[in-house]
């Protein structure tokens, strides 16, 4: 990941930009997520911005529109097509753990799972299109899809901006943050399960 992540810096600035929109907008649409994690294009960017070659807003802009235009795509691919296509991706790119982490977490979350998920690189991919399967209202994934991608999209671009010419750190680094977020939301459903199953005991 790191020769490509220094090829992609050496880019002209605009083929960057573009980057920044596209890969973000293929993640959740087209299960590119899975294989490129759409954080490495926004962080880079915010590395370009830092050399002067592009403004910070200009990243920010192409990653917020890249991340909710691809995650509409995703939710509404996954209310159409959702059990289908997840039945025909190969095991060795997507796993059914994965595919039940990403519905778990819709399921205890709700809407709140589409901001949690932008931050949590495999189940990134995988959120909107499940919330889509779930039955999510359109309205209440929107508001939420453009919450996230905006936390996000900030959050990661800042981060390759004030880390400079020190990128490579920032991204093994949130490379792990992403597997430890992932680990507390497991573990949370872990706790929550039991608890989950005696309520419903309970009111039978």
């Known amino acids: 990941m790191t020769a490509l992540a220094d090829g992609l810096v050496g880019l002209p600035a605009y083929v960057v930009l573009g980057l920044v929109f596209l890969i973000p907008a293929l993640e959740a649409s087209s299960l590119l997520g899975v294989v490129l994690p759409g954080e490495v294009t926004v962080l880079l960017g915010g ?11 200009a990243v920010v802009a192409a990653a917020v529109g890249g991340a909710v235009i691809g995650d509409n ?24 753990r994965d595919v039940a982490r990403a519905a ?5 979350l709700g809407g709140g799972a589409v901001v ?10 995988l959120v ?30 800042i981060l390759g901006y004030l880390a400079g010419a020190g990128y490579r750190v920032v991204e093994q680094r949130l490379g792990l943050g992403s597997e430890v977020l992932l680990g507390l939301v497991a573990i949370a459903g872990v706790v929550a399960l039991p ?10």
Request: charged share 20%.
């Open 73 to 96: 795509l995703g939710f509404l691919i996954g209310r159409r097509y959702g059990v289908s296509l997840t039945a025909r991706v190969p095991r060795w790119l997507l796993t059914p």
């Open 104 to 108: 778990s977490m819709v399921r205890r």
């Open 116 to 125: 949690v998920g932008r931050f949590i690189s495999p189940l990134r991919t």
């Open 195 to 204: 608890r989950a199953r005696r309520r419903r005991h309970a009111h039978r």
């Open 128 to 157: 909107p299109g499940l919330a889509g399967m779930g039955g999510m209202g359109y309205r209440k994934f929107a508001v939420y899809n453009l919450t996230g991608g905006l936390l996000w999209a900030a959050a990661v671009a």
């Open 47 to 57: 590395v370009v911005a830092y050399e002067g070659r592009l403004s910070l807003a």
